[in-house]
């Protein structure tokens, strides 16, 4: 197979210089009323959440809006849930000092057990978002993209949850997440594999919903749940427009991997067993690449089950940030979504920046690559000084480590393990 990937590969080049259930209601992912058998939470003119402890809560409810206190209290529903769906919606308070985790910090505890953030993250780039940011599941999962707004903005969250299942008090399958963040999906039937943070302990039995007071006076309005029993989660069609975004050469699949867009083509690659599918990680990955110019390549590929991949890292030309998110996305093709581990990188241009970088740090995951016109000299292209911020480095500082980022100095590890190289160069 690696042989037929780069003749394919290289008749392409010479032209080109889960398990989804869907849900049986329409519209069941429709969050924009409250359900028939929803239970008002926060309304207009009351609320129905108690205080999660026996101490006197500091809490305020005025003209529809409930308002945490300054305290280190938090209030719960009244009853308890198992699988359900939810809508909140809630508006982080400013704060002028201090760590950026303490600004309008507070919580949505599903079951009292698993936390989805919320903060103060507006303006936040990819980069720096952590897994403790607004959207996040708590120090589990940062959201697949960024949707928070700023302070004084109302923000919502709409949540589908199905709860762990246990047999003889034994875990037998995990809780599963589905969340919306301002309409813009951000966790896709995620697997909650433990609780988080200051969570309860899983246990078969169900518990309310906790909204937390966390020393930040952050807002609640027109908040509402529905109780459900869930055989399966409900699945979000790939043409939802609450997925992340991007056009694609082929018919796909867009996601998000640890807050970046991330893509995948290819209908075959269901045939092959899980951890054998075959597939060319392409790079670049920008808003603009791949591009419709690439749709011949594409299409002969995904007709012999070749899928094609590839996450967006920005303009990173191979810095240790840009790797480190590859590494994150090869953990993700491989073992979550059982991709080989050992594609065919494709480099287009300052691409090769960015797969010969990775390729060298690990020889043994590739089974070769192919180029177009690749960059493999961060001086040719984009310039030690154009290149120096996305390393975190001066131009004087990078050019004094150049060997040490340069693919075409660190090619001696892809050449000891027999790794075929194709390049396409010329008009």
């Not at 990819?126 to 960024?146: H, I």
């Not at 908040?223 to 694609?248: I, N, S």
């Not at 004087?396 to 100095?409: K, V």
């Amino acid at each position: 197979m690696i042989l037929e990937v780069v003749a394919l590969l290289s008749l392409s080049l010479l032209s080109a210089s889960s398990n989804p259930q869907v849900a049986t209601e329409p519209g069941w992912l429709d969050f924009s009323r409250v359900p028939e058998r929803g239970v008002q939470l926060i309304g207009q003119d009351a609320h129905r959440m108690v205080p999660e402890g026996d101490a006197k809560s500091g809490w305020s409810f005025e003209n529809g809006v409930l308002t945490a206190s300054s305290g280190w209290d938090s209030m719960i529903t009244p009853e308890a849930y198992g699988d359900f769906r939810m809508h909140v919606e809630f508006n982080v308070n400013a704060v002028s000092s201090g760590k950026r985790e303490t600004h309008g910090n507070s919580g949505v505890y599903i079951q009292q057990r698993y936390e989805l953030q919320i903060l103060d993250s507006f303006g936040v780039g990819v980069d720096d978002y952590q897994a403790w940011d607004c959207g996040s599941l708590y120090r589990l999962k940062k959201p697949d993209q960024l949707a928070a707004r700023a302070t004084g903005e109302w923000q919502s969250y709409d949540i589908v949850f199905r709860a762990a299942r246990f047999t003889d008090d034994v875990k037998s399958e995990d809780a599963r997440v589905t969340v919306f963040h301002n309409g813009r999906l951000i966790h896709d039937d995620v697997a909650l594999a433990r609780k988080t943070g200051a969570g309860k302990a899983e246990g078969p039995e169900p518990l309310p919903i906790k909204l937390q007071g966390h020393h930040n006076q952050v807002r609640f309005r027109d908040t509402w749940v529905e109780a459900l029993d869930l055989r399966v989660m409900p699945t979000v069609l790939p043409g939802d427009p609450r997925r992340v975004g991007r056009a694609l050469p082929i018919p796909g699949e867009v996601f998000g991997v640890g807050g970046r867009t991330a893509f995948v083509v290819g209908s075959h690659v269901a045939d092959f067993p899980s951890g054998s599918k075959p597939w060319v990680w392409y790079a670049p990955t920008l808003p603009r690449l791949p591009g419709p110019e690439e749709a011949w390549m594409f299409k002969r590929l995904s007709v012999r089950g070749v899928a094609v991949a590839g996450v967006d890292v920005g303009e990173s030309y191979g810095s240790p940030a840009g790797l480190k998110a590859y590494d994150e996305f090869y953990g993700y093709m491989t073992e979550v979504r059982g991709f080989s581990k050992t594609p065919v990188l494709l480099a287009r241009s300052r691409g090769g920046l960015m797969a010969y970088g990775w390729a060298t740090l690990h020889p043994e995951s590739v089974a070769g690559v192919a180029g177009i016109y690749p960059v493999c000299d961060i001086a040719s292209f984009p310039g030690v000084e154009a290149a120096a911020p996305a390393f975190g480095l001066s131009a004087a500082e990078l050019e004094a480590e150049l060997a040490a980022h340069n693919p075409m100095e660190r090619l001696e590890g892809l050449a000891a393990a027999r790794v075929p190289i194709l390049h396409i160069h010329g008009d």
